[in-house]
């Protein structure tokens, strides 16, 4: 359980921070996610299940969007630009069916811990609660992740998630590692140097699948594969 590897007091800010939002919508504003889906991705995916951390920003600000996993949206919904071009790459780098629905519900079930750094918004206000203090708490489970024994890999797209994992030294811990590249939105997904590849090219699936069986995971004995062949493509 989350509670076992997370300080009390960050517990504790998770809590507060939900009945905030709780009391913006009491006040006639529109949040997103629904109010029981803002922990959703620590609810799928909990402690001992946990192979890779994909690193998101804060929730889909329109409306029918967010389900508390980040880059998700819920089955029927339009893909966003970067959940498109994330589906383009995992097509390109794995050969997998484009996939009918942009609910990625199916990967934190089998192990990806999709959360945002941000937890909560305003409809139609990106970044509208970044200052709150979701970022402290969310840290905070991406540090107590860095601590789980099993291997783990952290996926970081774009330079906001890389800054926001800088503080945890996940290249020199045992049986972890780090995919990043450029952030998959149209506006950075072909961008790299030579420092960061472009998203688009970087084949993140195939990359992660390969350290997580050089770590010892292997598909036959839980390792986490991005395979769709089961994936639940009906719209």
């Known amino acids: 359980m989350w509670s076992d590897v997370i300080p009390q007091d960050v517990q504790a800010l998770g809590a507060e921070l939900a009945k905030r939002a709780a009391c913006e919508r009491e006040a006639g504003r529109t949040i997103y996610p629904p109010q029981e889906q803002i922990f959703r991705a620590l609810e799928l995916t909990t402690p001992e299940k946990v192979k890779v951390c994909l690193v998101g920003q804060d929730p889909y600000h329109e409306a029918g969007q967010a389900n508390g996993l980040c880059f998700s949206v819920n089955r029927g919904v339009l893909f966003p630009p970067s959940l498109k071009n994330v589906f383009k790459e995992l097509v390109s780098d794995i050969g997998c069916p484009y ?38 708490f969310t ?66 699936f195939s990359q992660t699948n390969r350290l997580l069986e050089q770590m010892g995971f292997h598909s036959r004995t839980g390792g986490y594969h991005f395979e769709l062949s089961d994936y639940p493509n009906s719209p």
């Open 99 to 136: 996939p009918k629905s942009g609910d990625l519900t199916h990967w934190a079930e089998q192990g990806v811990l999709m959360l945002n750094t941000v937890l909560t918004v305003q409809e139609g206000a990106a970044n509208s609660h970044k200052n709150w203090g979701w970022q402290n």
């Open 139 to 204: 840290q905070a489970v991406f540090a107590a992740c860095a601590k789980l024994p099993q291997p783990i890999v952290f996926i970081t797209w774009g330079g906001q998630a890389r800054a926001f994992l800088a503080g945890i030294p996940i290249s020199q811990l045992p049986d972890k590692g780090v995919v990043f590249s450029s952030h998959p939105s149209p506006l950075g997904a072909r961008k790299g140097n030579d420092v960061v590849k472009a998203f688009i090219g970087s084949r993140p």
